[in-house]
């Protein structure tokens, strides 16, 4: 009985069986292909030939660093299909010689590139890649987008002087640095005093530290740029050491102001086809302030070699960008070598990924996990990790694009001159915050470029370029204002609180209304950018406040205002009552503050002068302070504020109070 129904059962099972081998052929192959497609991290879209980035497991891994590093890699299978595929080259992604505990944490060990021939069918090859059960993820390695960008140089000579406003340094162009400080001067159309990332009063606290180091992921930066030099960071065992010798014995050959991870060795910017977009950027970040000569950066320091420092991590040569492996590879470097800010103007075409699962696939592409690696590196005592900033993009898409949307990355969208977004920038989705990036414009039947932003080119010249790629270099270069302020006052920010000091310290735009002319012709309809253009305008001075702790209040100049300082305590619906009804000649003098009077909580005032002041009001909060007469139960505090003058600020005609957030700043 028993017998018997074992019999039945086994035949069963034979039939079952027989049934799955006789389709294996088809279907066995076809599921094979789609197990081996999961593996994938990324599309075919725009990658390089000849070149794969393979994730392998653990154990593939210990085989590999263990055997020679060439076309046989000692596992049989992996080799297998590396001779298959004519492989020329099998190697790490990432540099173990350094931190390599943290990097095996982050299996970064596990990354290799195989380069292979040319010819091969590279959807093919990842196929039979991601068909080995050595290898976990395969990834298409994807050429960034070459910026195009048209620098328009300008003679210092002739870019004569328009302001008549006293200038913090001696730069004969600072004045035409509109992006910095603007007066409405600039020649723009709708040109808006205040359209700037208020610069001029974060100066007066602090221009930047030397131990803060700014990686340029980009074009190779021209080091030797008069405006530039003193302000690169300098890997003085290279510096000293010998030609073509790894003389500090990092892994790279004669990296002395960064390394070029397009064609190895030394940093370039003369090749045909490159276009002085690295070295622009680094400039905004770090030209030589108070040098007398060219330009300023927005931590380049006060003219005594107190500047942060650039590193160039150059993944774009001659036109030629790095694939996506010598990208992660540069990341890896600005982490390794000091960097606490890392600025990348560069990015994938926008939608080409579409969403931060599709970015961080399987968890994370190779670039990813360079990104999380230097968010982990703590390289300054006042950071507890280390901040990555974005162009968000210039295809004028209502998203940003990859990697800069991603949501651990700060993400920057461009205005111009007149307060307005740029017809070029990418906006909503995944943008974060906005700074200047210029704008050209037609007047006349011709171009007129003092609307772009002004920085420096290779050769010591001088240009106006326009681009995200040229707002983001303001963000990173007010995170190392930030970080550079937090080490002068003993503050030790972590990460996220940096990220959110960047974020939020802005000014917000009034809402966008109707048409504005561009540049290429049509118009750009407003309303659709409101709300869209991350938090709004990053202001330097906020950001600084920010870290202090110290909170801001906005008055517009030459206008009465009634502030109830009330609405800035918390809240902003306590109960407080003022034990002070002054503010100390020293900062009325220097905000040309007249008709001054306190009402209870209510401060009615008019500041003449722009500018910024620190006061520090003392006041009873909770307790039975409405009606005056006794105070009960009340505790005696105080706070400290900014008062902040500029033009521009929108005041509510109701109340006559600054309007905040949402006004003009
Ligand atoms: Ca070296
Ligand atoms: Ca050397
Ligand atoms: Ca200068």
Partial sequence: MNRTKLFILALAGIFTMSCATDNVDQAGSASAETAAMRKFVNTPEKAVQGELVIYVNDATAQQLETSEVA???????LDAVAVELGAEQLKPVFNLKVNADRKRELGMHRWYTLLFSKDADLEA?????????????????????????????????MFAATRSAEMPFDDPMLQNQWHYNNDGTVDFPNAKAGADVNLFEAWKLTTGRPDVIVAVVDEGVCHEHEDLNPNMHVNEAEANGVDGVDDDQN?????????????????????????????????????????????????????????????????ISGGTAAGVSATAAAVEYAADNGACVLQNSWGFGAGQISNDSGFENGSTSVEATAFLYFMQAKNHPNLDGGIIIFAAGNDGKAVAGYPAAWNKLIAVSAIAPDGLPTYYTCYDRG?????????????????????????ILPGNKYALMQGTSMACPHVSGIAALAISYAADNGIVLTLPELKDIVVSSVTAFEPFTGQKEIYEGGTMNLASYNNKMGTGLIDAFRALMAVRGTVCIPIPLGEQVILDISNYIGNGKGSIKMLQSEISDEVKEKLGITDFKFMGTKLVMTCTKPGSALVTFKYVAGGSAVGGGQITGGMETQQEFALIVRPGVKVDEGTGSPLNPGGWL
Wanted: glycine share 16%; aromatic share 6%.
């Fill in 251 to 315: 892994g790279y050959v004669d990296d002395i102001y960064g390394y070029n991870f397009v064609n190895g060795g030394k940093i370039t910017w003369k090749r045909s086809g490159d276009s002085g977009h690295g070295t622009h950027v680094a400039g905004t970040v770090a030209a030589v302030n108070n040098n007398g000569t060219g330009v300023c950066g927005v931590a380049g320091g006060s003219g005594n070699g107190d500047g942060v420092r650039i590193i160039s991590c150059q993944i």
């Fill in 71 to 77: 076309t046989r890699s000692g596992v049989t299978a």
């Fill in 125 to 157: 090859a990842a196929t039979a890649l991601a068909s080995l059960d050595e290898v976990e993820r395969v990834q298409f390695s994807t050429r960034i987008e070459v910026p195009k960008t048209e620098a328009v140089e300008v003679d210092p000579a």
């Fill in 431 to 455: 943008c974060n915050v906005s700074a200047p990036g210029g704008e050209y414009y037609r007047k006349g039947g011709s171009t007129v470029e003092d609307g772009c932003v002004l920085s």
